[in-house]
């Protein structure tokens, strides 16, 4: 009870990610044009899939899990950076920053185990058709989505707890735009070193062996198309991949170098820096990657808006 029981006096203060100057403002409204990108994309995109019988399968299943972590990512750092800004209170309760941290971390991690399940959904169709539907059911693919969300809840929920059982006697002023663990430590007045290095080791764990999980099935998804004598197949297992791959680079990217670096060599610009890949570029990416570039996604979309007589 003690988090949220801090009085006004004691609040996060966050030095944010925008000043009033005409140049800062126009950053400003491109996140805000991000943010609803993100909110009107992801909310079509889930539309689409439950209306649309021919997209209940893994693979849209998988994508509509990636939609809700997208979501829930800018819905966590977005608003509370427009409030501070437009009010030009830049505070944040303890209790509000815990959730910040617990829902970045959690969607972060679940992020990571995702895209493994979903390089993996992509592998074997190229590799094992014949097996697929052995291999990928409704049962294992549901187990596999609860499992990413669990690795990130187990994640965030120890990231939480020691946090914020550090002493923080000091300034209270994140210099940060939204509430990151690496930016907290910075304030704590104890020695967090053992910490970090828990980090760091955690991070192994929850980006380094996704990542090499995804690499392995694409590396053996690009053996296999060299192989295959039709064109047309061979293009399209191509373009499902590249689009994976560009998104996967994109936010391991920004999440191996904000989780992955040691407290020496980080420097508040970087980290906010490194941050606004994985907290908005993106989330803002993901949908329209997917989406257009989506036959069927494309399909389904002109078939809703025929109905509705567009």
Known sequence: MQLWNHTSLSDFIFFGLFSYSTYDLFLFSLVLLAFAVVLLGNILF?????????????????LSQLSIMDLIMMSTVVPKMVVNLLSGRKYISWGA????????????????????????????????????????????????????????????MIDVGVVFSFPYCGSLEVDHFFCEVPALLRLSCVDTSLFEDLIYACCVVMLLLPLVVTVASYTQILTAVITMPSIERKQKALTTCSTHLAVVGLYYGGALFSYMQRASSRTPVGDRGTSIFYTILTPMFNPLIYSLRNREVTRALKKVLERWGV
Not at 117 to 143: E, G, S
């Open 46 to 62: 889930l539309l689409l899939i439950q209306a649309n019988r021919h997209l209940h399968t893994p693979m849209y299943f998988f």
């Open 97 to 156: 920053c815990a959730t910040q941290i617990f829902l970045v971390v959690m969607v972060t991690g679940a992020e990571c185990f995702l895209s493994a399940v979903m390089a993996y959904d992509r592998y074997v169709p190229v590799c094992h058709p014949l097996r697929y539907p052995l291999l990928i059911n409704w049962k294992v693919f549901t187990l596999l989505a609860l499992a990413s969300w669990m690795a990130g809840v187990s994640d965030s």
